[in-house]
């Protein structure tokens, strides 16, 4: 079994995340899913924008890089096209991602660059206070709706598959086994992948939404949750507040875009008698 | 004879956030007065593995000894 110890920097624990927050977990489950698929630490990036989220890289021992806020996606793509060789990573907040992130996010997409993106969904922007963000559901109580919020947030699986990715999947951090083997199957698939965690803030969500403790958080998690194939014989209405989880979108008929390109520079080098 | 097992806990690492202890099938484990995990019943720990793998602190390690 994997030493989640041997890839994290034990210098930077105790690390900055809240008691019961889920983020700790899921980088647990990022770890094993990284040993399993055998990458090494030399060939590994993994890259963050802004947010909680984005502290995955403090404590994860890899090449790591913490970029400016919703733009991890276009660092990676640089990244990935100036080291093609390289397995790279994007842990990513819903605030980060979905929101402020949101173009990057179509598009990288759309060109299905050979990326693993874990979207570490706790439904708010935690680092900030617990604003709303486009992923916190309807209705709930935000520090920027003392009320209740008043607006929808959307399925971020359902943009990504639109937009052209070409592995998707959903996970909560209740379900961690899962969630490891589905970011083991995202960084063996080549082309943009993309895996949403539905994770617990209980901090700046949990608490102003009277969800308890962490632990209830990831036993709500458990209740709302219906996998793939429980899911094709229900009804829209019986899906509303459900979870899906599981593999949503696994297609390998479009090549990914760093291949398409090295291609085309292996092309047009030999034109001139020259090789990559 | 029985498998027996050692709980490691870095409680300089542990933030008593108490998911371990909702999820021990065997009670095994507590939060102290202190706010930080501990240890209560050791004998009754099955190895399951399921502080370890849900702790977000790493601070809880379940090690089999002979
Ligand atoms: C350009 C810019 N706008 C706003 C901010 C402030 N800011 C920092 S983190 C954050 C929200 C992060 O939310 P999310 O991605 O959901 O991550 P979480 O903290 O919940 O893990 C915001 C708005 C910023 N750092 N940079
Ligand atoms: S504010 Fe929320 S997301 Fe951020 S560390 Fe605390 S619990 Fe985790
Ligand atoms: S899960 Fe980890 S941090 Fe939380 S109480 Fe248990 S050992 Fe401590
Ligand atoms: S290994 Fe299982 S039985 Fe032992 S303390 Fe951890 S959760 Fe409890």
Redesign the pocket.
């Known amino acids: 079994m994997t030493n989640v110890k041997d890839y994290i920097r034990q210098d930077k624990l105790p690390h900055i995340w809240c ?2 927050c889920g983020d700790g977990t899921i980088a647990g489950a990022m770890i094993r899913a990284i040993d399993a698929c055998g990458l090494t630490k030399d060939n590994t990036a993994l890259i963050t924008g802004i947010g909680c989220s984005a502290r995955f890289n403090n404590i994860m021992d890899f090449h790591t890089f913490q970029t400016a806020h919703g733009r991890a996606l276009s660092y990676a793509t640089g990244f990935k096209m100036m080291k093609p060789e390289m397995d790279v990573l994007v842990a990513t907040g819903d605030g980060d991602c979905a929101g402020i992130g949101g173009n990057h996010l179509i598009h990288t997409a759309r060109r299905n660059i050979d990326l693993t993106v874990v979207m570490i969904n706790n439904q708010i922007y935690g680092m900030t206070g617990g604003q709303y963000s486009p992923m916190t559901p309807y209705p709930s109580i935000a520090s920027t709706a003392q009320y209740s919020t008043f607006e929808y947030p959307f399925d971020v699986c359902e943009l990504v598959k639109a937009a052209g990715g070409t592995y998707v999947a959903r996970s909560t951090t209740y379900h961690i086994n899962l969630t490891q083997k589905l970011i083991e199957n995202a960084i063996r698939h080549k082309g943009f992948s993309f895996v949403e965690v539905i994770s617990q803030c209980p901090t700046n969500f949990g608490k102003r939404n009277k969800m308890g403790s ?1 632990y209830d958080m990831l036993m709500k998690q458990k209740e709302m949750s219906v996998t793939v194939e429980q899911a094709k014989d229900m009804s829209p209405e019986e899906l509303e507040g459900k979870i899906v989880i599981g593999e949503l979108v696994n297609r390998t008929d479009r090549k990914p875009f760093d291949e398409v390109y090295q291609d085309m520079v292996r092309k047009a080098l030999a034109k001139k008698g020259e090789k990559l | 004879m029985a498998k027996t097992f050692k709980l490691h ?2 409680e300089a ?9 909702g999820f021990c099938p065997k009670k095994v ?1 507590e ?1 102290a007065v202190n706010g ?2 501990s240890v209560v019943r050791p004998e009754e720990c099955v190895g399951c593995g399921q ?1 370890q793998l ?7 390690e379940v090690e089999e000894v002979k």
């Open positions: 008691p019961g962490p | 806990v870095q690492w542990c933030k008593g956030c108490g998911i371990c202890v484990l939060i930080k995990l502080c849900r702790c977000p602190d790493f601070a809880i």
